[in-house]
């Protein structure tokens, strides 16, 4: 069983909606559990998911113990403002924004607080990890290795050149300025990723048409060298971007809960 509460939380100067799920035994224990997960989507996405990747992923966590956080950046879903308006700075400090917010819906004691990044979402859940220490967990699906160069490949050169002729380009209906664009450049979160400490769970599809599986595995190693912190690795047979075949998603979060389960000392109990 499962309680899902729909809020809206000030992010970056806008208000961003967001699906609390806790499981019922929490709920009526008043507090949460040892795990809580915030789910960060990826470029021009929205706290749904594809195929309701968010919505389903959201549930089977909860079923398992877990509290579960998915939100839309401003400018997508819900949210209030234009997405990439501030750049990869807005998408960062509206990620710090929302995990203070859940930070401060805790009583008692804190349980570990763990973000699940996918694409873009699983850099900018790097990123943050490695800024802010009340980060103790990353589960990155997929996650984009270099963000101006995927990025542009996803958009197009020919949006990307129409972008910094003009000012902006329209992709799929959000007007992309050249200052997100530029703005990606900045950040390499590949060369960011030792300064995280704590643990990561990296899960690639190996027929992801997006981005590339082979970048799950610059990725491990370079979390694999430092001396703090494990990483898991695992490659989803017939996972695409979106891990939308059923026995992919099936592998995908069996894994995942698996991984939290051992996060939270095997102490959280399925309900």
């Known amino acids: 069983m499962r309680v899902e509460q ?23 224990a008043g507090h949460f559990s040892r795990i809580t997960v915030l789910i960060c989507h990826g470029f021009v996405g929205s706290r749904i998911g594809v195929d309701r990747l968010f919505v389903k992923a959201a549930r089977d966590m909860a079923a398992h113990g877990f ?9 997508c879903g819900e949210s209030e403002g234009e997405y990439g308006a501030g750049g990869m700075d807005a998408l960062l400090r509206q990620t710090r924004d929302v995990l203070e917010h859940v930070r401060n819906m805790e009583s008692g004691a804190p349980g570990k607080l763990i973000l699940l990044g996918h694409s873009l979402g699983g850099a900018v859940s790097l990123l ?9 967990g990353l589960v990155l699906w997929a996650p984009v290795l270099r963000p101006f160069e995927d990025i542009v490949r996803i958009v197009g050169e020919e949006s990307y050149r129409e972008a910094l002729q003009y000012g902006q380009t329209d992709h799929r209906g959000y007007v992309l300025r050249d200052t997100f664009f530029q703005s990606l450049r900045g950040y390499e979160p590949l060369r960011e990723a030792k300064r995280f400490t704590g643990d990561v769970l990296l899960l690639h599809g190996n027929r992801d048409e997006v981005i590339p599986v082979d970048s799950v595995f610059h990725y491990e190693r370079e979390l694999r060298l430092r001396q703090t912190g494990r ?5 989803i047979v017939r996972g695409d971007h979106t891990f939308s075949a059923h026995d992919a998603y099936q592998r995908l979060i069996s894994r995942t809960t698996a991984w939290l389960a051992q996060q939270a000392g095997n102490e959280t109990v399925a309900v």
């Open 6 to 28: 729909t809020v809206r939380i000030p992010g970056g100067g806008y208000s961003l909606a967001a699906t609390i799920h806790v499981p019922e035994q929490s709920e009526a």
């Open 67 to 75: 509290n579960v956080v998915r939100f839309d950046y401003a400018g």
């Open 128 to 136: 943050t990890a490695a800024r802010d220490s009340r980060v103790d």
């Open 231 to 235: 990483c898991e690795t695992e490659v």
